[in-house]
């Protein structure tokens, strides 16, 4: 942690385009960003919270995320995963996390198969996330999405399931691209992994348009600055 900010690091995939947006939007909101290149094998010292931004990782060869998953550092990504740090997924990220199988579900070609990109409202369905918990369940968020593949898709029993836990985080009010129970975005069971099609490092500053994603950032920022302190 460097002068009380929580050090996050945003991995820079071949392909990713969102990487210093989101690095602007986390040190505007009290964090120590840092870009990490995916060929490293490990993540900075001190590492409080991961973020895998937007954009089109590998020039989305295969499937969106499919080639990234295998990347050398993923393995440190997934090892932090599992000792409750915070990994946020925007968009390709979102892609990456349930191609890695550290969230549930797929994404698909949106319905209407073209790319979409508007400001768009989402509803906080659940506040278990840590990126939610100053949020309230119905929480209206406006947040800009611009993907071509956001179709969330799972099966009914893994929906129930997911459901029964609140690891649905977020749906969109309206349906914009065809995503089952219109699923903006998800998380993983203990809450400290999330994955959302929007883009919440472009929606932190009032001159540029909405500011939807402050809660989120400010969620994972907040748990990273735990987590850090914790580790003093």
């Known amino acids: 942690m460097s002068d009380g900010r929580p050090l996050v690091a945003v991995i820079q995939f071949p392909g990713s385009n969102d990487d210093r947006d989101a690095v602007l ?6 964090a120590d960003a840092r870009l990490v290149w995916h060929a490293e094998s490990e993540l900075p010292a001190g590492t409080g919270a991961v973020v895998l931004p937007g954009g089109f990782s590998y020039g ?23 000792t409750d740090c915070p990994v946020l997924g925007i968009c390709n990220g979102f892609q990456i996390l349930c191609e890695a199988g550290l969230l549930p579900g797929v994404l ?10 508007a400001d768009v409202t989402v509803t906080v369905e659940s506040t278990a996330s840590v990126f939610t918990a100053s949020s309230e369940v119905g929480d209206e968020l406006v947040i800009p999405v611009k993907h071509g593949e956001g179709n969330w898709f799972g099966d009914p029993e893994l929906v129930a399931e997911l459901e029964s836990r609140g690891q649905i985080v977020l749906r969109y009010t309206d349906d914009v691209n065809g995503s089952l129970g219109r699923v903006a975005g998800v998380a993983n069971e203990a809450g400290n992994v999330m994955g959302l099609m929007p ?3 472009h929606a932190v500053d009032p ?4 500011l939807g994603g402050v809660p989120i950032l400010e969620g994972l920022v907040a748990a990273a600055r735990a987590r850090s302190l914790v580790s003093v």
Do not use: K, T
């Open 108 to 117: 698909r070609a949106n319905r209407q198969l073209e790319f979409l990109c």
């Open 25 to 30: 939007a986390l040190e505007g909101l009290g």
């Open 60 to 82: 989305d060869y295969l499937r969106c995320g499919a080639i990234a998953r295998f990347a050398p550092i993923m393995a440190a990504v997934r090892e932090l995963a599992v």
């Open 207 to 210: 001159l540029l348009g909405p």
């Open 199 to 201: 883009h919440p490092e």
